[in-house]
């Protein structure tokens, strides 16, 4: 069995959270489940649990992450050993954890570029957010990417269950999330994609 083919067995937010609770370095949940911190209810199933944090800080992560088996996903979707002391390229996004090659895989990180205190796109370097902006904490202390940030990564190409997060989440937004994801889409997908019209409903 290939590595990829191995078993999801994602751990809880709460889980997740209490993993990088001592991190000297920012993390957010992300994906769904970052979604779904917004809405304040669960929206739908998970296949996995998404941990985002920045590409600068990958040798501080991987120290953390120890006593972690962290696997790095090659496009366009091979995924190998991440050796210590290795720099990963920028054509890797994605990093699937797990505690042994017995166990299933338990999250994923994905690495976000930065320029100065800007989160920067991964598919076009004029879209930026402050990391402020982009940093949801709730009230058990976890770290949540905003929703805005998060469309705007299910907005290159949606599937059925990113068209479900954003008709859950897009009326809770405010108005500058909204014309923030507007623009973003705007600029770096279609001026025709789907999601424009209703952003510009409200």
Same mark, same amino acid.
């Given at each position: 069995?290939?590595?990829?083919?191995?078993?999801?067995?994602?751990?809880?937010?709460?889980?997740?959270?209490k993993i990088f609770?001592?991190?000297?370095?920012?993390?957010?949940?992300?994906?769904?489940?970052a979604?779904?911190?917004?809405?304040?209810?669960?929206?739908r199933?998970h296949?996995?649990?998404?941990v985002?944090?920045?590409? &600068?800080?990958? !040798? $501080?992560?991987?120290?953390? =992450? +120890?006593? #972690?088996? &962290?696997?790095? !996903? $090659?496009?366009?979707?091979? =995924? +190998?050993? #991440?050796?210590a002391?290795?720099?990963?390229?920028?054509?890797?996004?994605?990093? #699937?954890?797990?505690k042994?090659?017995?166990?299933?895989?338990?999250?994923?990180l994905?690495l976000?570029?930065?320029?100065?205190?800007?989160?920067?796109?991964?598919?076009?370097?004029?879209v930026k957010?402050?990391?402020?902006?982009?940093?949801?904490?709730?009230?058990?202390?976890?770290?949540?990417?905003?929703?805005?940030?998060?469309?705007?990564?299910?907005?290159?190409?949606?599937?059925?269950?990113?068209?479900?997060?954003?008709?859950?989440?897009?009326?809770?937004?405010?108005?500058?999330?909204?014309?923030?994801?507007?623009?973003?889409?705007?600029?770096?997908?279609?001026?025709?994609?789907?999601?424009?019209?209703?952003?510009?409903?409200?």
């Amino acid at each position: 069995m290939l590595e990829h083919e191995k078993a999801w067995s994602p751990l809880t937010v709460l889980s997740v959270a209490k993993i990088f609770e001592k991190a000297n370095f920012p993390w957010w949940i992300a994906g769904g489940y970052a979604i779904e911190a917004a809405v304040g209810n669960k929206i739908r199933e998970h296949a996995d649990i998404d941990v985002l944090v920045l590409r &600068c800080d990958q !040798a $501080d992560v991987h120290q953390y =992450l +120890r006593q #972690w088996e &962290c696997w790095a !996903a $090659d496009p366009p979707g091979r =995924l +190998r050993y #991440w050796n210590a002391n290795e720099t990963l390229n920028n054509a890797i996004k994605d990093i #699937w954890c797990r505690k042994s090659p017995e166990d299933s895989w338990r999250f994923q990180l994905m690495l976000a570029d930065v320029s100065g205190h800007y989160w920067v796109s991964r598919y076009d370097g004029h879209v930026k957010a402050s990391l402020d902006d982009i940093t949801r904490i709730d009230s058990d202390g976890v770290h949540y990417l905003a929703p805005h940030i998060q469309l705007y990564y299910k907005a290159k190409s949606p599937r059925s269950k990113d068209q479900l997060d954003f008709d859950a989440v897009v009326g809770m937004m405010s108005a500058k999330e909204r014309a923030w994801l507007h623009q973003a889409i705007s600029t770096s997908f279609s001026k025709s994609h789907d999601w424009l019209k209703r952003l510009d409903s409200f």
